[in-house]
Nanobody, 126 residues
Framework: VQLVESGGGLVQAGGSLNLSCAAT????????MGWFRQAPGKEREGVAV????????EYADSVKGRFIISEDTMKNTVSLQMNSLKPLDRGIYYC?????????????????????WGQGTQVTVS
């Protein structure tokens, strides 16, 4: 499985960005795709995830009401629409994928739950 992110960049506070992640390879083994972020000097944290099982989503409290995760199962892509961005949202955003199985939803926010990762895309909020 290969994951490739796109869509990062520089935006002013209050602005919006849309991140996209394209999955290739044995994507049929995956039932969860999500986004993590890592700010300088901080641990990687879960931002949002979506499951193919029933389309369920989970969000970090810090982004609820501002970010929306969605998936195009035909294209094997997952997107993260980020609105009302704040300086604290800055960091490298990583796409992650895994078959969480019975660990859904409790394990979604832990980076150690995921085997597959993209290379990351930088988001800067001024």
């Amino acid at each position: 499985v290969q994951l490739v992110e796109s869509g990062g960049g520089l935006v002013q506070a209050g602005g919006s960005l849309n991140l996209s992640c394209a999955a290739t390879g044995k994507t049929n083994i995956l039932n969860c795709m999500g986004w993590f972020r890592q700010a300088p000097g901080k641990e990687r944290e879960g931002v949002a995830v979506i499951t193919r099982i029933h389309g369920g989503t989970e969000y970090a409290d810090s982004v609820k009401g501002r970010f929306i995760i969605s998936e195009d199962t035909m294209k094997n892509t997952v997107s993260l629409q980020m609105n009302s961005l704040k300086p604290l949202d800055r960091g490298i955003y990583y796409c992650a994928a895994e078959d969480l199985g019975s660990r859904w939803p409790e394990a979604w926010k832990y980076a150690s739950s995921y085997r597959y990762w993209g290379q990351g895309t930088q988001v800067t909020v001024s």
